[in-house]
């Protein structure tokens, strides 16, 4: 502290710290920001939309020692929690996002009831089913003529339709949803939020009447009888909660595996290695999971004081963990900037760490993994129909990918 003023309060009163978030000028890179602000440590002041001064947490061991601190809270709800992007403000002040936006012990009852369906065994149930998705939209895709957007052809509906048979969604309402989940994300204007929010809320709430007109047997309507016909959940949470999954579990997974092609056509020696060597897919899993980190950062608000790294995060201060960066910190990963297939890149945290680490984790390694092998082993002369500077990216404000990418082979 410098004159009894915090860390925050002095940046606030000198150079204004850089605006946040930042975009990324490589599809597969961090934003080129993240490389000069390593050099002020750790933790650094950084703006956000309202002028608000937060902290961005770099350093891959405090990012992972805040992400299992209880003194930062997930409550979108806390006056205090930080608004990333001004498009964001009316649904995350309105809305209470239940688990992700939980905290103890509201989170665990809710995370424990949804951890069997997303274990590494029931997981292990999906791999054929997610198999045949995979293969039955390759079959559909060479039948095609080539240069086609891999986007729309593949990554896209295979997230989804899995997510769809997870959750028990009709797959045929699957455009209806990807289009208003993809507006809900990336759509400029505060109203795409609010909009694309609302829209989704209709639909899934209609399909739980339906569903409990007629009980199915995925997650989805386990959740109705478990949770909303017992008064655990309310209707409304129940309907958010549906939303998350929904949206979390193909957005995610279908920007990871399009970028993931992207980075293997462009580093060639590597695409060899994930090619010659079944045994060696996971690790390469891995190490493009690290190495591409699609969801940079996550917000929290601190409850209490807290110094770490040589910092001191005040109560009420905003904080954003950023993965992006900590997968990137050369004193967790030698060479961090290259991509190494072979590496061992498991303590990355692409995925967050603590309590809230992504419940969709099993799942997003299987299709990942079952995709990239197919795609490459079905198609080896596949390549980039266009040069990788012309790729329109997705802003800074959400997950990290491509609009499209166009193929061909
Ligand atoms: C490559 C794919 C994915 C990435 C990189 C990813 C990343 C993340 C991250 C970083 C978090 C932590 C958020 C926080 O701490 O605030 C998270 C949480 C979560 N993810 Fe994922 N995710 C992926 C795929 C999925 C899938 C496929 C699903 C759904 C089936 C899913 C569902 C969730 C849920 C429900 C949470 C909240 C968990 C909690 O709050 O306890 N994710 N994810």
């Keep these: 502290m410098i004159d009894g003023r915090s860390p925050l ?14 975009d990324r000028t490589c599809p597969y890179h961090p934003p080129t920001q993240y490389r000069s602000l390593r050099d002020q440590g750790p933790l650094v002041p ?9 902290w961005l947490v770099i350093g891959h061991a405090e990012v992972r020692a805040l992400f299992a601190d209880r003194r930062l809270s997930s409550n979108q709800q806390n006056p205090d929690f930080p608004v990333p992007t001004a498009r964001e403000e009316e649904v995350l002040r309105e809305v209470h996002a239940p688990l992700i936006g939980d905290d103890p012990p509201e989170h665990n009852v809710i995370r424990r009831k949804l951890i069997p369906a997303s274990s590494l065994r029931a997981t292990a149930r999906l791999r054929p089913t997610i198999q045949r998705i995979v293969d039955e939209h390759l079959d559909r895709m060479v039948t095609g003529r080539p240069p086609v957007d891999l986007v729309t052809a593949f990554t896209l509906p295979v997230s989804s339709v899995v997510i769809c048979e997870l959750l028990g969604v009709p797959v045929d309402d699957q455009t209806e949803f990807t289009e208003r989940s993809a507006r809900l994300i990336r759509g400029p204007e505060r109203s795409d939020v609010t909009t694309a929010w609302h829209a989704l809320a209709e639909y899934l709430d209609a399909l739980v009447a339906k ?3 007629v009980p199915g047997n995925a997650v989805l309507d386990e959740l109705i009888a478990t949770e909303l016909h017992e008064g655990a959940m309310s209707r409304r949470d129940l309907i958010t909660l549906a939303m998350l999954l929904l949206v979390a579990g193909h957005e995610t997974t279908s920007n990871m595996i399009a970028l993931s092609t992207l980075t293997l056509l462009e580093h060639r020696d590597q695409l060899a290695r994930f090619t010659t060597d079944e045994a060696a897919v996971p690790g390469a899993v891995e190490e493009l999971l690290r190495f591409l980190s699609i969801a940079d950062w996550n917000p929290r608000v601190a409850t209490a004081d807290i110094e770490i790294g040589g ?19 050369p004193v967790a990963f030698a060479n961090p900037d290259v991509l190494d297939v072979c590496r061992s890149a498991r303590q990355h945290v692409a995925f967050g760490f603590g309590i809230h680490q992504c419940l969709g984790q099993n799942l997003a390694r299987a299709e990942i993994e079952i995709a990239l092998s197919t795609l ?7 390549r980039l129909a266009a040069t990788v500077d012309s790729l329109t990216l997705h802003d800074g404000g959400g997950i990290q990918g491509v609009e499209e990418l166009p193929v061909t082979w």
Excluded at 311 to 316: M, Y
Excluded at 376 to 382: D, E, Q, S, V
């Design 9 to 22: 309060e002095t940046a606030r009163a000198s150079l204004a710290p850089p605006p946040f978030p930042m």
């Design 46 to 54: 950084v703006t956000l939309h309202d002028g608000r001064i937060v």
């Design 211 to 213: 569903k409990e007109a």
């Design 311 to 329: 910092r001191l995060i005040r109560r009420g201060d905003g904080v954003f963990l950023s993965n992006t960066a900590a997968n990137r910190d």
């Design 376 to 382: 490459f082993a079905r198609l080896p002369a596949l």
